[in-house]
């Protein structure tokens, strides 16, 4: 390790060269490189974290570059994995630094987490942040969270032993909200300064704890807001009624999707599309107004403006399974809730890029 590399940090009179060999012999797995990820790794590995790991199954959309400031234009369509590495290597060359290029499940978390020292959840669902948070209290692993809805963001740590209890995610947020009624950053928004404000106070959390610092947000939530700069810290504690796994076979057995009622509704490609439509009762639903182009080319197509679906809902009777489009996703998400609230039944997806998806 070339000390003279962080000396800036390493002459903070609380720091010095001891906090920095911790750091370099210290292993970190960040869950989810968007957002929040990417923040939190250049902060992680420009200050010389010695292991970093990476967990995103997702490649990069066109959409997420004006807030995930590690990606470029050319890396449009790449997998989100494997350019981090590329572009964090040029940061830092000294550390090592760990792709997994795959969806965490509750079939691979356990074996994921168990070599690093502390894992970030820098995740934007509700299913896998409550299965990330039940792998690591299990394993005993810290858990460094936060998330962001609109101008506002929350962060916290979990699993560390202070005043004899041990809090985690479940003790400030036992039950999962309705699906229907949080919306993530596709369809609420989120400005890129937001979320590299929240991923720095994120990243900070996970040097505090390297450097075992007394002031981490153990046993407590930090609330920011990024529009009028109003913060407020909120104590909680350990509860009394664990409503988590208790044991590694129940946590295998527990359904996340489930108990967060949040299914995966969307088609990713061309390939998935056709194979939906090839099911019998099926159709292509284009909820974009008459006039947005390009037409698409598809014979089990038709168009039903998102603004004129509920008074067309008849029309949707015959069929079993609907897969809805529209320019970038969004739209064709809120047809997807508006539909499943009347027909519960029917098998309802949508396009989760968009027209893009299906251009060849």
Do not use: W
Not at 43 to 72: A, C, K, M, P, W
Not at 232 to 244: A, Q, V
């Amino acid at each position: 390790m070339n000390l003279n590399r962080y000396n800036r940090q390493i002459i903070l009179p609380d720091f010095g060269v001891s906090a920095q060999e911790k750091i370099a012999h210290s292993s970190v797995l960040v869950v989810g490189a968007g957002g929040l990820g990417c923040p939190v790794l250049q902060i992680l590995v420009s200050t010389g974290v010695g292991v970093v790991g990476i967990v995103d199954f997702d490649t990069i959309e066109l959409e997420n570059l004006h807030r995930q400031s590690l990606y470029r234009e050319q890396d449009v369509g790449l997998p989100k994995v494997i350019t981090a590495v590329e572009h964090l290597s040029k940061i830092n060359s000294e550390i090592e630094i760990i792709a997994f290029q795959e969806m965490i499940t509750g079939k691979n978390v356990l074996s994921m987490i168990h070599n690093f020292d502390v894992v970030v959840d820098c995740t934007d669902n509700f299913a896998t942040r409550y299965l990330l948070n039940d792998a690591c209290y299990l394993m005993k692993k810290p858990l460094v969270y936060a998330s962001i809805f609109q101008n506002e963001g929350q962060v916290s740590v979990f699993n560390v032993e202070k005043e004899n209890q041990i809090t985690n995610y479940r003790d400030l947020f036992p039950v999962p909200p309705n699906q229907n009624e949080v919306p993530n950053c596709n369809e609420a928004g989120v400005l890129p300064a937001h979320s590299a404000v929240i991923g720095t106070f994120q990243a900070n959390e996970v040097i505090k704890l390297l450097i075992d610092s007394p002031e981490t947000l153990i046993h407590q939530l930090l609330v920011f807001n990024t529009k009028n700069y109003e913060s407020m810290k909120i104590n909680f504690k350990e509860s009394t009624e664990k409503s988590g796994p208790k044991t590694i076979q129940e946590f295998l057995n527990f359904n996340y999707n489930e108990f967060c009622n949040s299914f995966d509704n969307s088609i990713k490609s061309h390939q998935e599309l056709i194979s939906f439509l090839n099911q019998n009762n099926s159709i292509l639903i284009d909820v974009r107004e008459s006039d947005e182009q390009p037409k698409i080319a598809l014979a089990k197509t038709l168009e039903i403006p998102l603004s004129s679906l509920e008074q067309n809902l008849n029309k949707l009777n015959c069929y079993t399974s609907i897969c809805f489009v529209c320019a970038s996703g969004a739209r064709s998400q809120k047809a997807l809730k508006l539909l499943k609230s009347h027909f519960p039944d029917k098998e309802i997806k949508h396009l989760k890029s968009g027209i893009k998806s299906i251009q060849q």
